[in-house]
C-alpha cells in the first residue's frame, strides 16, 4: 500500500465486488477493503457442526442456461467469472400453501402460466393478461437498460422513451396491486401470483409494479439458479477476478473515515490508521452509515441527510438454519422454495412485520432439493426464512434480547411443523439469525437486506441515487439503483464502475 488508488472500494458486498471486478478488468488500479474476514457481506456462509449453511441466497435470477445465458451470467462472463461456478437450475420457482390452495409454479413463461391457469380457469383471460403485462414491461425494461449502457439515449432521444417503451414509462408509477386486480379477479390467483412479494418485503399495495414485474418476469423467462459452493463462491470467484488483474483485496480491514478536502472525497482511513489516497471512492456501506460516521455529518449537505432519512429503510429478516437427520423425503420436504401462508391478507402480514410477532408468511427453503449433496448423506438443510422490520429489535433491552429471539424462532418452527411435523425432533442442528444479527453481520443500518423499501417512488430508476455526498464518492450495493437483493446489487456495482470508466 502506500500508492494512490484509481478507486478505493470500501466493502466487499456483491456491489463492491462487482464495481471492484468490472475496474479491475477494465486496467483500473483498485483496491477493495473489507471489515469481515471473508468477502460477499451477506453473500456468504456458515459452518455448524457438519453443516454449512447458506446465509442468504434462496434464488438467483439472471442467469439463464447454456442456449440462453441471461444478463448477469452474461456479466459474470464477460469478467470471465464463469468458468469458475456452476449454476445449478431450479425447475420449479416455488410452491405456495394458503388455506384451501397448493400451488407448484415451474419456470418457463408457458408453464408457468399455464399452471396457474389450470388452477383458476375461470380466471384464464385475466392471468394471461396480467402476465402479457409482466413479460412486455420486462422486455422493454432490458431493451432501456441497454440503450441506456450504450449511451443510446442522448438529450436528443430522452424524449422518445414514452413512445418506443410505453409499458416502461405507463407503469413507474403504479403498485402491483393497481396491475394484478384489474385483471386477476380471484383472491388465489392473486395470490398465487403476488407471492414473490415475500423476497421484496413490500406487498401488491404498496410495491412498484415496475421493480416487481422486473423480477417476476426474469425468474419466470430465464428461470432460478443456486451456485454450487453456495453464494461464497459467487463471492469467491469476484476477488480471484479482482486479484487476476491486478487489483488489491484487504479482509479484515475496516474503513474508519472517508477523507475529503473542499467537498471532494480523497480518500479513505482505515480502522487501523492508514491513510489510503484515491481519485474517486466507492461505498458498499449503506447510505446512511456512509454519510453520518465515514463522511461525517457536518460534511454532509443538510438536503442530503433529509433525503436519506426521508425513505423507509427495507425489510431485515428472522432465519432459522436447521440441520436435520433424514432425507428431504424422509421429511416430506421436497421443494427448494416453499412459501406458507396463513391467510391471504398480504397487507395484515406486512403491518405484522413492523412487529416483534410471529410471523403470519414465511419462506421455507430445502437446499438439497436441487443441490443434493449440501449437507452429509442422510441429512437435510432446511432454512426458514420471515422478513420483517428491524427496529423493534433495536429498540429491546439487551437482557429480553435473547428470550425474544428463541419465542421467534420457536413460533416459526410451530408454523412448519403445522405442515410438516417432525422437524424439532431431527434437528442436529438449529441456528437463528435475526436483523441485529444481520446489522451486526454486514454493518447494514437497521439490518436492512434489500436497502429502501422500494414502493413506486424508490425503485430502478426513481431508487436513491449512487451520487454520494461528496464529489467522487458514489454508492454501490442495495440500498441505490437498480435495488436491492443479490442480482440488482452486482448490477449496481457494474453499473456505478461503468460510470466512473466512461469518465
Ligand atoms: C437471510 C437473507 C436472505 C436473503 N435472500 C435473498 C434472496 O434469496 N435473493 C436475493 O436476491 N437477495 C437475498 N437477500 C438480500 C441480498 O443478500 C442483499 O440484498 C445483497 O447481498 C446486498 O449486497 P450489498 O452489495 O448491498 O452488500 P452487503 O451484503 O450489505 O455487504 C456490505 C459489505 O460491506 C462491508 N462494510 C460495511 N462497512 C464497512 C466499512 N466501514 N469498512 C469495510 N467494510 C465495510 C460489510 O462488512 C459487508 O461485507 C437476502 C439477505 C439475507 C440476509
Redesign the pocket.
Known amino acids: 500500500m502506500g500508492e494512490r488508488y484509481d478507486v478505493v472500494i470500501?466493502?466487499?458486498?456483491?456491489?463492491?465486488l462487482a464495481a471492484a471486478a468490472t475496474l479491475a478488468v477494465a486496467g483500473r488500479n483498485v483496491l477493495l477493503?473489507?471489515?469481515?474476514n471473508v468477502p460477499?457481506?451477506?453473500?456468504t456462509s456458515f459452518v455448524r457442526g457438519e453443516f454449512e449453511f447458506e446465509?442468504?441466497?434462496?434464488?438467483l435470477s439472471g442467469i439463464g442456461d447454456a442456449n440462453a445465458p441471461a444478463d448477469l451470467w452474461q456479466l459474470m462472463d464477460s469478467l470471465g467469472m464463469t468458468d469458475e461456478i456452476e449454476f445449478i437450475p431450479i425447475p420449479h420457482l416455488y410452491r405456495s400453501i394458503f388455506p384451501g390452495l397448493d400451488i407448484r409454479l415451474p419456470a418457463g413463461k408457458e408453464a408457468y402460466v399455464q399452471t396457474l391457469i389450470e388452477h383458476f380457469p375461470q380466471d384464464a383471460k385475466g392471468i394471461a393478461t396480467f402476465m402479457h403485462e409482466v413479460f412486455s414491461l420486462e422486455e422493454q425494461l432490458k431493451e432501456l437498460g441497454e440503450a441506456f449502457q450504450n449511451n443510446e439515449l442522448g438529450a436528443s432521444k430522452i424524449l422518445q422513451v414514452p413512445l418506443k417503451y410505453p409499458a416502461a414509462f405507463r407503469y413507474l408509477p403504479v403498485t402491483l396491486e393497481q396491475v394484478l386486480h384489474r385483471h386477476v379477479k380471484s383472491i388465489g390467483a392473486r395470490a398465487a401470483l403476488a407471492q414473490y412479494w415475500g423476497?421484496f418485503g413490500l406487498p401488491p399495495s404498496k410495491v412498484s409494479f415496475f421493480y416487481f414485474a422486473s423480477a417476476l418476469g426474469s425468474y419466470v423467462r430465464k428461470g432460478a439458479a443456486f451456485p454450487r459452493g453456495r453464494s461464497q463462491a459467487i463471492s469467491n470467484a469476484f476477488v480471484n477476478v479482482i486479484k487476476r488483474h491486478g487489483g488489491e483485496v484487504l479482509m479484515n480491514c475496516?474503513?474508519k473515515r472517508i477523507l475529503h478536502t473542499g467537498g471532494k472525497a480523497t480518500g479513505v482511513l482505515t480502522e487501523s490508521g492508514e491513510e489510503l489516497q484515491a481519485n474517486w471512492v466507492l461505498s458498499?456501506?449503506d447510505p446512511i452509515?456512509t454519510a453520518r460516521d465515514?463522511v461525517g455529518e457536518s460534511a454532509v449537505e443538510p438536503r442530503y441527510m433529509r433525503e436519506i432519512y426521508s425513505h423507509q429503510i427495507g425489510p431485515s429478516?428472522l432465519?432459522v438454519y436447521l440441520g436435520l437427520r433424514g432425507s428431504m423425503e424422509d421429511l416430506g420436504l421436497t421443494d427448494h422454495e416453499l412459501f406458507i401462508n396463513e391467510d391471504y391478507d398480504f397487507d395484515s402480514h406486512h403491518r405484522n412485520m413492523r412487529r416483534i410477532a410471529p410471523p403470519k408468511m414465511m419462506a421455507v427453503t430445502t437446499y438439497n432439493a436441487v443441490y443434493p449433496d449440501i449437507s452429509p448423506p442422510g441429512t437435510t438443510i432446511v432454512v426458514l426464512?420471515t422478513l420483517l422490520y428491524g427496529e423493534p429489535w433495536f429498540a429491546l433491552a439487551p437482557e429480553q434480547y435473547l428470550d425474544t429471539k428463541n419465542k421467534m424462532a420457536d413460533a416459526m418452527l410451530n408454523l412448519a411443523e403445522k405442515h410438516f411435523p417432525g422437524l424439532r425432533d431431527n434437528a442436529q442442528v438449529v441456528e437463528v439469525s435475526t436483523p441485529v444479527t444481520?446489522a451486526r453481520y454486514?454493518?447494514?443500518y437497521h439490518g436492512g437486506?434489500?436497502?429502501f423499501d422500494q414502493p413506486p417512488s424508490n425503485h430502478t430508476v426513481l431508487r436513491f441515487s449512487p451520487t454520494g455526498p461528496l464529489e467522487r464518492l458514489l454508492h454501490?450495493?442495495?440500498?441505490t439503483q437498480p435495488g436491492?437483493?443479490?442480482?440488482p446489487?452486482m448490477l449496481s456495482g457494474h453499473m456505478v464502475a461503468k460510470q466512473i470508466l466512461k469518465g
Do not use: C, P, Q
Not at 477493503?33 to 469481515?36: A, D, G, S, V
Not at 460477499?40 to 453473500?43: F, K, L, N, S
Open positions: 470500501v466493502g466487499a458486498g456483491m456491489g463492491g477493503l473489507e471489515r469481515h460477499g457481506g451477506y453473500a446465509v442468504a441466497l434462496h434464488e423476497y475496516g474503513v458498499n456501506a452509515t465515514l429478516s432465519n426464512t444481520n454486514a454493518g447494514t437486506i434489500y436497502g454501490v450495493g442495495a440500498w436491492g437483493g443479490f442480482h446489487s
